[in-house]
């Protein structure tokens, strides 16, 4: 009588089991590339557009200006500036907060480093090679 009673248990179990493995896999595994939708991370802003510049170079004289942002793929874009009669142009990476970028303009280069901002603007900071000293750079979206 034992073996009768122990067996449908034994097969109850093993059923629970397969039913909480297929719901783990479903959850788990599909389009959710192994993660689960709470742990995926967020997509990042779309940086393209065209901004306002404000800023300031490393003598402390003000300038401003437009740039324009171009996604190249995934979180890479090219950045252009246009500086009175003077043009820039640069490439970086965003990764959601911090927009990287090298830059040049002729013989000169440098870096310039933004951090995004709540309102989609990007503050910055920059330096040029063989320059000393550091401006600062706004971007509003226009």
Do not use: H
């Amino acid at each position: 009588m034992r073996r009768f009673v122990i067996l449908p248990v034994l097969m109850l179990l093993l059923g629970s089991l397969a039913c909480a493995s297929t719901e783990t896999e479903t959850t788990t595994g599909g389009t959710t590339g192994g993660q689960s939708p709470a742990t995926q991370a967020p997509e990042l802003p779309d940086l393209s557009g065209t901004y306002a510049v404000n800023g300031t170079n490393q003598q402390g004289q003000n300038y401003q200006g437009t740039a324009e942002i171009k996604r190249s793929k995934l979180n890479n874009y090219t950045i252009t500036w246009e500086i009175g009669s003077q043009q820039q142009a640069g490439s970086g990476v965003f990764d959601g907060t911090t927009f990287a970028v090298n830059w040049e303009m002729g013989s000169d280069k440098g870096t310039v480093t933004y951090t995004y901002q709540p309102d989609g603007s990007l503050k910055g900071t920059w330096t040029q090679d063989g320059v000393s000293g550091t401006g600062t750079e706004t971007l509003t979206p226009q």
